[in-house]
């Protein structure tokens, strides 16, 4: 239901462009034109396209939990699409679309996302999952917190059995499966090579359970990929940067375009911080900070400075750390102290989607101590990532961890797809909007 209401969505969006468009080339301009025959058609069908991207990113129309959020979420999709053709108008010098198309789209837009959210039943629950494990390296009270999160499917963890209970009693899965009315089940590498516990199993799924291996539901369920299960034969994958040109040229031009419009939002803005800086934040106005980047090439990050000024004491920087000013915390709630960086994604440093960077110090200890974590760095790093969305900062070793293991799946997954996602999951997050 939802995907068709989302789909109705979309659809209105392009017959009310296409229509007013339409409208301006045989009723309003003078003289009139041929909307199809002029190069005003596909700029019309790209503005179709930032609708659709901004509605998706302010969790149009499924994910608004109230009237009010809905109306909130209609008038900013409609506005972000209205600016960013503006800005890409601005750029080129030329007026790619009609004032009249542009402005009457996005009032227009603003009561068809009212009625496709209240179509969409925005809130409604979602059916959970009931999941049982059986394995003897599941760390449970762990995974019981990544489902109770914001997992990518809703699922609750009822039991954990290991592999010798299994083993020892043959009904003993069909037993539990009854009591906890699960319609899961998930094996471990260990229960994946005991005979009576995949027996088991395959009766389970003849009867209508589902089974997974742990990778799979770590995958499918959370967006990450467990590193207990990994092995180095696993890590040889197809990653898309790497291995699929076509997407890697178009990513870095994806990439350029964007940065150029956030060049102009970073000259607007730049005033106003250098005020809001000389008077509640006095230091330097950008901070520089040496990170890791692709192939383990080290580059200056730029940033606004939202910390006291002083030596770097490379300690991990917390969500809330005492060393944030006043000022730099309202910097970092607009995340108006990333902008800066668009620098770096013109230079080819970063890329707007991609693992986070690191302090090359932090680099040298993980990839001594974790398994695995130099593999990140096989592709550019990014001013936003998965990890980033799922997981925020990172403030210790253990949290590091953490945000590898949605950097593997990124890594495995990763497609235009995906990153259309991350980034509508940052406008989310910008936006304080809750839902994936």
């Given at each position: 239901?939802?995907?068709?209401?989302?789909?109705?969505?979309?659809?209105?969006?392009?017959?009310i462009?296409?229509?007013?468009?339409?409208?301006?080339?045989n009723?309003?301009?003078?003289?009139?034109?041929?909307?199809?025959?002029?190069?005003?058609?596909?700029?019309?069908l790209?503005?179709v396209g930032?609708?659709?991207?901004?509605?998706f990113?302010?969790?149009?129309?499924?994910?608004?939990?109230?009237?009010?959020?809905?109306?909130?979420?209609?008038?900013?999709?409609?506005?972000?699409?209205?600016?960013?053709?503006?800005?890409?108008?601005?750029?080129?010098?030329?007026?790619?679309?009609?004032?009249?198309?542009?402005f009457?789209?996005?009032?227009?837009?603003?009561?068809?996302g009212?009625?496709c959210?209240?179509?969409?039943?925005g809130?409604i629950?979602?059916?959970r999952d009931?999941?049982i494990?059986?394995g003897?390296?599941?760390?449970?009270?762990?995974?019981?917190?990544?489902?109770?999160?914001?997992?990518?499917?809703?699922?609750?963890?009822t039991?954990?059995?290991?592999?010798?209970?299994?083993e020892?009693?043959?009904?003993?899965?069909?037993t539990?499966?009854?009591?906890d009315?699960?319609?899961?089940l998930?094996?471990?590498?260990?229960?994946?090579?005991?005979?009576?516990?995949?027996?088991?199993?395959v009766?389970l799924?003849?009867?209508?359970?589902?089974?997974?291996?742990?990778s799979?539901?770590?995958?499918?369920?959370?967006?990450?990929?467990?590193?207990?299960?990994?092995e180095?034969?696993s890590?040889?994958?197809d990653?898309?940067?790497?291995?699929?040109?076509?997407?890697?040229?178009?990513?870095?031009?994806?990439?350029?375009?964007?940065?150029?419009?956030?060049?102009?939002?970073?000259?607007?803005?730049?005033?106003?911080v250098?005020?809001g800086?000389?008077?509640?934040?006095?230091?330097p106005?950008f901070?520089?900070?040496?990170?890791?980047g692709?192939?383990?090439?080290?580059?200056?990050?730029?940033?606004?400075?939202?910390?006291?000024?002083?030596?770097?004491?490379?300690?991990?920087?917390?969500?809330?750390?005492?060393?944030?000013?006043?000022?730099?915390?309202?910097?970092r709630?607009s995340?108006?102290?990333?902008?800066?960086q668009?620098?770096?994604?013109?230079?080819?440093?970063?890329?707007?989607?991609?693992?986070?960077?690191?302090?090359p110090h932090?680099?040298a200890?993980?990839?001594?101590?974790?398994p695995f974590?130099?593999?990140?760095?096989?592709?550019?790093?990014?001013l936003t990532?998965?990890?980033?969305?799922?997981?925020?900062?990172?403030?210790?070793?253990?949290?590091?961890?953490?945000?590898l293991?949605?950097?593997m799946?990124?890594?495995?997954?990763?497609?235009?797809?995906?990153?259309?996602?991350?980034l509508?999951?940052?406008?989310?997050?910008?936006l304080?909007?809750?839902?994936?």
């Open positions: 239901m939802r995907r068709i209401v989302r789909s109705v969505l979309y659809a209105g969006f392009a017959a462009v296409v229509g007013l468009s339409l409208l301006h080339a009723l309003i301009a003078d003289p009139p034109y041929s909307y199809t025959g002029t190069f005003r058609f596909g700029w019309s790209l503005y930032l609708l659709s991207v901004a509605a990113g302010f969790g149009l129309p499924d994910l608004t939990r109230s009237p009010r959020s809905a109306l909130l979420a209609s008038v900013g999709a409609a506005a972000m699409a209205a600016t960013a053709i503006s800005v890409i108008q601005l750029i080129t010098g030329d007026a790619l679309l009609p004032r009249f198309v542009v009457g789209s996005a009032l227009l837009t603003i009561p068809w009212l009625t959210a209240a179509l969409g039943g809130g629950a979602v059916a009931r999941v494990v059986v003897d390296r599941v760390d449970s009270a762990s995974l019981r917190a990544d489902l109770a999160k914001h997992p990518e499917r809703q699922a609750v963890l039991s954990v059995i290991s592999v010798q209970e299994a020892r009693n043959q009904s003993l899965l069909a539990r499966v009854r009591a009315g699960a319609n899961v998930v094996l471990d590498r260990d229960a994946q090579a005991s005979e009576g516990v995949v027996s088991q199993a009766l799924h003849a009867g209508g359970i589902r089974i997974r291996t742990l799979l539901f770590y995958e499918e369920w959370l967006g990450k990929i467990a590193l207990t299960e990994l180095r034969v890590l040889l994958f990653i898309g940067e790497l291995h699929r040109s076509r997407y890697s040229r178009f990513k870095r031009l994806f990439d350029v375009i964007l940065a150029l419009c956030g060049l102009v939002v970073l000259l607007v803005v730049t005033p106003v250098v005020i800086n000389l008077f509640a934040n006095r230091g106005l901070y520089r900070q040496r990170r890791v692709k192939n383990g090439a080290e580059f200056t990050i730029v940033k606004f400075r939202t910390m006291t000024d002083g030596p770097d004491t490379g300690v991990w920087t917390a969500e809330d750390d005492p060393r944030v000013t006043g000022f730099g915390r309202i910097l709630a995340h108006l102290d990333e902008l800066p668009v620098w770096n994604i013109l230079r080819g440093d970063l890329a707007v989607v991609g693992p986070r960077p690191e302090q932090y680099v200890h993980l990839i001594e101590r974790v974590y130099a593999v990140r760095h096989l592709v550019r790093p990014g990532g998965w990890a980033q969305v799922n997981y925020g900062y990172t403030s210790s070793e253990r949290d590091a961890i953490q945000k293991q949605y950097d799946y990124y890594l495995r997954h990763q497609s235009f797809a995906l990153d259309a996602r991350i509508a999951r940052t406008i989310r997050s910008v304080r909007i809750e839902g994936r």
